[in-house]
């Protein structure tokens, strides 16, 4: 029987990247569907609670069924995997994202909050990014590493819980050095907000921000990509930080 896999993203269905995405996987096992019909980009991991979710046909062919729905990419998995797969999906997929989703930037991210979703079910999973929010950007360069890396899931699967967070530098592909697997790199977005005035003499702000890393570690994301390399980087849902509950021990 062929793999089953489950695609989605925060793009929207009809993004590109989604789309080189299904047709990598396509060479590997059938193919269900579920993304977003809207961009949810930076939705993280919100979960759709105050209405109900509507879902759509998109494409039903031998091999691949494609769906959209009006929720978040973690509705897309949660609704996809009991309602829309015939059995357990083997490997779920989310992206290929259009811009970075390395460093603190997973914590924001509704692609990885798919992928992360997906691994909180169980399930095998991995979130694609691509350094580039151009979606007319050429999508070439992720093909042979998302075939790698899927092929490798596929085949060895994940540890339990955990789902990979892959980015890709925006670079020709004879410039693409190989594969990191590393750590998120210390960085953080310096915020801000622009305060303007709507056409009714309203005020309103608009968030903007920039992202900073200082000298990355070269054992992180950032140096990695930064240094011509497809940045791999295991995660989880466990936020505890180990390292300091003996420090407040005093607390019981």
Not at 87 to 115: C, E, F, Q, W
Not at 160 to 166: A, G
Not at 224 to 250: C, H, M, R
Request: aromatic share 8%.
């Amino acid at each position: 029987m062929k793999p089953l896999i489950l695609i989605t993203n925060d793009d929207g269905v009809e993004a590109p990247g989604i789309k080189a995405l299904t047709g990598v996987a396509r060479e590997f096992g059938d193919v269900v569907v579920m993304a977003p019909r809207n961009n949810a980009s930076c939705l993280s991991h919100s979960l759709t609670t105050q209405r109900p979710l509507r879902v759509y046909d998109v494409t039903k062919e031998e091999g691949l069924e494609v769906y959209c729905c009006d929720g978040t990419p973690a509705d897309c998995v949660k609704l996809a995997v009991p309602q829309f797969c015939t059995r357990k999906p083997d490997l779920v997929l989310s992206g290929i994202n259009h811009g970075s989703n390395s460093s603190i930037n997973v914590l924001y991210s509704g692609t990885m909050g798919a992928a992360i979703e997906a691994s909180v079910l169980g399930l095998n999973a991995i979130g694609f990014s691509l350094l580039s929010h151009n979606h007319q950007t050429d999508l070439t360069p992720c093909i042979p590493y998302a075939r790698q890396i899927i092929g490798h899931a596929l085949e060895h699967g994940l540890p339990e819980f955990v789902s990979l967070n892959v980015n890709i530098p925006h670079i020709s592909a004879d410039k693409i050095k190989g594969i990191r697997v590393c750590h998120e790199a210390k960085a953080q977005w310096l915020d801000s907000f622009e305060q303007r005035i709507d056409p009714r003499g309203q005020r309103y702000w608009w968030l903007t921000g920039k992202f900073v890393c200082d000298n990355p570690e070269e054992d992180s994301d950032e140096w990695a990509l930064t240094n011509g390399y497809v940045s791999v980087v295991p995660v989880n849902a466990d936020f505890t930080a180990y390292k300091a509950i003996e420090s407040l021990k005093q607390l019981e």
